[in-house]
Structure formats: C-alpha cells, structure tokens
C-alpha cells in the first residue's frame, strides 16, 4: 500500500494523473517475478531494520542484533549504510549502547 502511496506522491509532483489501486497492483502484477522478490525483500530487510531499532529502544540487545542481522541478510548496502550513518556499529561491536557526546 505504501508504493501505492508513494507512486501517487510521484505522479503528483510530476504534473501526472495519480493511478488508481487497481492500475497500479495491475502493472505491478505484470513485473518479473525476480523483480517483485527483489522487491519484497528490501521491503522486508527495512521492516526488519526497524523492528531491530524498536528492540534496541526497548532495551532488548538480543532482539536487535537478530533483527538487525535477518535486515542485513535481506538488504545488507541499505543496514550498512544506515548503521554507520546513526554510529551504532560500535555498539553491536563493542556491546555497549552509543553515548551521545554532543
């Protein structure tokens, strides 16, 4: 639903008409299969990315570090990238939650 979203903001922003849910699941429909998988799986890395920073803020590093690691599976360039970008790679190596120094 949220590529939904994101295609109407897109169409939108280019002085498109916005397509309808049923065109939209139509032409997505009509993708390669390795597309839609590709797909689903970097949607599923940044969901699990996510789940792992809700277990970090909850104070459950276990759960964390295995979220973060399924994320890293699925999507490793896009967890790399924002893991070095919020510095908490020293803290899955160090085992020590960040401290803000600002």
Known sequence: MFRWARECMG???RG??????????????RRPV??????WRKDY???????????FSL????????K?????LLHPRDVRR??????LHVWLTLGK???NRE
Do not use: D, H, W
Request: net charge positive.
């Open 11 to 13: 169409s939108r922003r």
């Open 16 to 29: 498109q008409p916005e397509p309808t849910l049923e065109r939209f699941q139509a032409l997505r429909g």
């Open 34 to 39: 390795i597309a839609r998988l590709n797909e």
């Open 45 to 55: 890395g940044k969901m699990c990315y996510r789940a792992g920073g809700l277990s």
């Open 59 to 66: 104070g459950r590093p276990i759960r964390c570090r295995l």
């Open 68 to 72: 973060l690691l399924l994320a890293g």
């Open 82 to 87: 924002r893991l070095y970008r919020q510095k």
């Open 97 to 99: 939650p960040p401290v």
